[in-house]
């Protein structure tokens, strides 16, 4: 069984259709990655498999559990993690508390801990901030976690956001446009990072991407979208030389 399956997903909102008959299969431990042109439907798509936006049709199963329609917490419990186009991190908070708050769903002491600060409270802490440390020394900033969460530089502030996606333990990590606004250097420190991850905690991970260059040097499959729908779906070469993706990107005749 794939870890996630996408079946005919589609979504409304008023007159209009902006995504239909998605589909998708996921093997973990694998790249994907979801392109398109602007307003193709690829945020629409990963706001579904989230829970942001419960779809008109269509069915998202996950490891074997149908997610369909489920809140962004349940999704998150179940195992899927994402970071968002504009970094949505607190940014008065540390940066390790920022990662913190990526386990909230994992948290197993109970309210009366937290009130108390008892011993229970006191080592569920100790092990929380142990798995922060661990997890910002393989993003390279563990040496600021004390830092104000603004104080990092934008690319930094990008490894943190996926830093505390990963703090939730997920089966599948979502990244909406990870390299948007970065140098070619931080964006090549980045592909290198997303490949780090995927082999360290052996996760799937499903990206859009603008950056073709970034796409195209580390994703196994690709997915194109135009207007909602599927056009091409393939390895990076017959992705890259589809008719029909060349002239969804560059306008022109399909044949």
Same mark, same amino acid.
């Given at each position: 069984?794939?870890?996630?399956?996408?079946?005919?997903?589609?979504?409304?909102?008023?007159?209009?259709?902006?995504?239909?008959?998605?589909?998708?299969?996921?093997? $973990?431990?694998?790249?994907?990655? @979801?392109? #398109?042109?602007?307003?193709? %439907? /690829?945020?629409?798509? &990963?706001?579904?498999?989230? *829970?942001?936006?419960?779809? $008109?049709?269509?069915?998202?199963? @996950?490891? #074997?559990?149908?997610?369909? %329609? /489920?809140?962004?917490? &349940?999704?998150?419990?179940? *195992?899927?993690?994402?970071?968002?186009?504009?970094?949505?991190?607190?940014? #008065?908070?540390?940066?390790?508390?920022?990662?913190?708050?990526?386990?909230?769903?994992?948290?197993?002491?109970?309210?009366?801990?937290?009130?108390?600060?008892?011993?229970?409270?006191?080592?569920?802490?100790?092990?929380?901030?142990?798995?922060?440390?661990?997890?910002?020394?393989?993003?390279?900033?563990?040496?600021?976690?004390?830092?104000?969460?603004?104080?990092?530089?934008?690319?930094?502030?990008?490894?943190?956001?996926?830093?505390?996606?990963?703090?939730?333990?997920?089966?599948?990590?979502?990244?909406?446009?990870?390299?948007?606004?970065?140098?070619?250097?931080?964006?090549?420190?980045?592909?290198?990072?997303?490949?780090?991850?995927?082999?360290?905690?052996?996760?799937?991970?499903?990206?859009?991407?603008?950056?073709?260059?970034?796409?195209?040097?580390?994703?196994?499959?690709?997915?194109?979208?135009?207007?909602?729908?599927?056009?091409?779906?393939?390895?990076?070469?017959?992705?890259?030389?589809?008719?029909?993706?060349?002239?969804?990107?560059?306008?022109?005749?399909?044949?």
């Amino acid at each position: 069984m794939a870890l996630l399956e996408v079946t005919n997903l589609g979504i409304s909102f008023g007159g209009l259709q902006a995504v239909s008959g998605f589909h998708l299969t996921i093997e $973990s431990g694998h790249l994907y990655g @979801l392109i #398109g042109p602007n307003g193709a %439907g /690829k945020t629409t798509a &990963f706001n579904m498999l989230t *829970g942001m936006y419960v779809p $008109s049709q269509g069915n998202i199963i @996950l490891d #074997g559990v149908d997610i369909t %329609g /489920k809140s962004p917490e &349940f999704i998150s419990k179940a *195992g899927i993690a994402r970071t968002f186009q504009n970094i949505r991190l607190f940014k #008065g908070m540390s940066v390790l508390d920022n990662v913190k708050v990526g386990m909230h769903n994992r948290v197993t002491y109970g309210m009366w801990h937290g009130i108390l600060r008892d011993k229970v409270f006191r080592e569920r802490e100790r092990q929380m901030d142990a798995r922060a440390m661990e997890l910002l020394e393989v993003f390279g900033i563990a040496d600021k976690a004390d830092y104000v969460a603004s104080q990092l530089p934008y690319g930094e502030q990008r490894k943190l956001e996926i830093c505390r996606a990963l703090a939730s333990d997920p089966k599948l990590l979502l990244l909406d446009e990870p390299a948007a606004g970065m140098n070619p250097n931080e964006t090549l420190e980045l592909r290198e990072t997303v490949r780090k991850v995927r082999d360290d905690f052996n996760i799937a991970i499903l990206l859009i991407e603008h950056d073709m260059k970034f796409v195209m040097g580390i994703c196994e499959d690709i997915t194109v979208l135009e207007y909602g729908k599927i056009i091409a779906h393939g390895d990076p070469d017959s992705v890259s030389n589809d008719p029909r993706v060349i002239a969804a990107y560059l306008g022109g005749e399909e044949d």
